[in-house]
C-alpha cells in the first residue's frame, strides 16, 4: 500500500498461522517432498484478496517473535496488507499448520496451543484504533482459540469498540477448537452472528451446529443482520438481504482442494459491497474468487486486476 491513508476500507482482526504446504498443486504430504512456507488465516486471507482487488487492508493480530512470524508479516506485506497494528509476543510461538491436499478433504494438522494469538485480548484493542476503517471482518475461529479471545470478540462484536460502519462476521465453525467441556459453539456462534451486519455462513455448518436444513431455516434463526449469505458448497449462494433474496449458482471448477474457498468467497463479496454493487454482482464476485483458491492448493490464489474481476462478476454467468 502506497503511503498512508486516514480510513482503510477493511481491518480484519485474527490468528494468522505459517502454513507448510507441499510446493506442487496437488501435491500429497510425504517424507521426501518440498514444502512452502505461507501465512495461513482466515481473515489475512481476507485482508490480502481484498487488497489485490485494490482496497485499503489491514490485518491486525499477534504474533510471535519469531522468524515464523517475520515470514508471515513480509508475505502480507509483500500483497499489499498493511501489517502495522500487528503485535509480537517475545514469550509465545507463531502456530502452524500443515496441510495434506486432497479433492475430496484436505487433512489439516494444528500446532497452535499456547500460541501468541490465543493471547490477544481486549486489552489489544486501543492498539487498534489507531487505523479507523469502513469494514471490520472477523471469524468464528477467534472465539474459540481461548477464554480471554472469546472475552475479545463480545467486546469487537457486541460493543462496537472500532465504530467501522460494518461489521463482518463469518461463521467459521471449527469442531476441534471447541472442545472444552464448556465450550458452546452453538450458543456463542449463534449470539455473535446475530450482532452482526453482515454474515457468512456455510449450509453445512449451519446444520451441524444448529440443526437448519437449508438456507431459509437459517434466516428464520439468524434473522437480525441485514445481510446474511448462506453458501452451499458447489450448488449456490443465497443472499438475504433488505431489498429481498437472492440466488447465485457456484461456477463449476476442477477441485484441487478446498481450504480457503470461503475466506476467498467472502472477500469477493466484500470488495462487491464496498465497490456498491447491487447483490447479484456480489455474489458473482464471491464465486468467482473462490472457483479461483478451489483451483489451487494455496488458501490465496491471484485474482485478475480489479477491473476485469467487475465485469465477470457482471456477467450472468462465465465459462468455467
Not at 89 to 113: H, I, M, Q, S
Not at 205 to 222: C, F, Q
Request: with cysteine.
Amino acid at each position: 500500500m502506497d503511503g498512508v491513508r486516514d480510513m482503510l476500507d477493511v481491518l480484519a482482526i485474527g490468528e494468522t498461522m505459517v502454513m507448510v504446504t507441499p510446493e506442487h498443486a496437488g501435491g500429497r504430504l510425504t517424507g521426501d517432498g518440498t514444502f512452502v512456507l505461507r501465512p495461513g488465516g482466515a481473515e489475512s486471507n481476507v485482508a490480502a484478496l481484498l487488497a489485490e482487488l485494490g482496497h485499503a487492508a489491514a490485518w491486525a493480530g499477534a504474533l510471535g517473535a519469531d522468524r515464523l512470524g517475520d515470514i508471515v508479516i513480509d508475505t502480507l506485506a509483500g500483497r499489499g496488507v498493511d501489517t502495522r497494528l500487528v503485535r509480537r509476543d517475545p514469550d509465545r510461538p507463531t502456530a502452524v499448520y500443515v496441510k495434506d491436499p486432497a479433492p475430496e478433504a484436505t487433512r489439516v494438522l494444528y500446532y497452535r496451543d499456547g500460541s501468541a494469538a490465543s493471547a490477544m485480548s481486549a486489552a489489544d484493542v486501543r492498539a487498534w484504533r489507531a487505523r479507523p476503517a469502513r469494514l471490520l471482518h472477523l471469524s468464528g475461529i477467534t472465539a474459540a482459540l481461548s477464554t480471554a479471545c472469546g472475552e475479545l470478540m463480545r467486546h469487537l462484536v457486541h460493543d462496537r469498540p472500532l465504530g467501522t460502519r460494518w461489521l463482518s462476521f463469518d461463521v467459521n465453525h471449527r469442531p476441534a477448537l471447541w472442545r472444552g467441556e464448556d465450550d458452546d459453539a452453538a450458543g456463542e456462534l449463534l449470539a455473535l452472528a446475530q450482532a452482526g451486519d453482515v454474515v457468512f455462513v456455510g449450509r453445512d455448518e449451519a446444520e451441524a451446529l444448529w440443526g437448519t436444513p437449508d438456507a431459509d431455516s437459517v434466516r428464520r434463526l439468524i434473522d437480525k443482520p441485514g445481510h446474511l449469505v448462506v453458501k452451499d458448497a458447489a450448488a449456490e449462494a443465497v443472499a438475504f438481504t433488505p431489498s429481498g433474496t437472492f440466488r447465485e449458482p457456484a461456477r463449476r471448477v476442477a477441485v484441487v482442494e478446498p481450504v480457503g474457498a470461503g475466506d476467498a468467497f467472502a472477500a469477493g463479496w466484500l470488495s462487491g459491497l464496498l465497490h456498491g454493487d447491487d447483490e447479484p454482482t456480489r455474489l458473482r464476485l464471491g464465486h468467482y474468487a473462490a472457483s479461483q483458491v478451489l483451483a489451487s492448493s494455496s488458501d490465496f490464489a491471484p485474482l485478475p486486476p480489479a477491473e476485469v474481476l467487475r465485469v465477470r462478476g457482471r456477467r450472468a454467468s462465465d465459462a468455467p
